[in-house]
């Protein structure tokens, strides 16, 4: 079991900065790829960045890239997703999950966050 709790989000202008987090919790966190899903009001939950085990490998989706870096430190259980240039189209709550192996699918992933609303206004 991993238990996963996002913090950071909040409002912020367009073209400013965020970093959120995610700790978790257990001893198995690098046993774990990680990714990041944000879900807009009506619309479905999306793929943002997922990062593997180990950290040396990452994958955005297109309308992030050059904007928004995964990363991780696995002594503090912790994964982050650094955010700039912010639009006001990133507008979301954004979840951090936890699974085997990284995917753009949220069914791939078996743990999940609370998550952690962030607005950008325009």
């Known amino acids: 079991q991993v238990q996963l709790v996002e913090s950071g989000g909040g409002l912020v202008q367009a073209g400013g900065s965020l970093r959120l987090s995610c700790a978790a919790s257990?001893?198995?966190?690098?046993?774990?790829?990680m990714g990041w899903f944000r879900q807009a009001p009506g619309k479905e939950r999306e793929f943002v960045a997922a990062i593997s085990w180990s950290g040396t490998i990452t994958s955005y989706a297109d309308s992030v890239k050059g904007r928004l870096t995964i990363s991780r430190d696995n002594a503090k259980n912790t994964v982050y997703l650094q955010m700039n240039s912010l639009k006001p189209e990133d507008t979301a709550v954004y979840y951090c999950a936890a699974g085997r192996t990284m995917a753009v699918t949220s069914r791939a992933y078996a743990f999940w966050g609370q998550g952690t609303q962030v607005t950008v206004s325009s």
């Open positions: 257990g001893r198995t966190f690098t046993s774990y790829a």
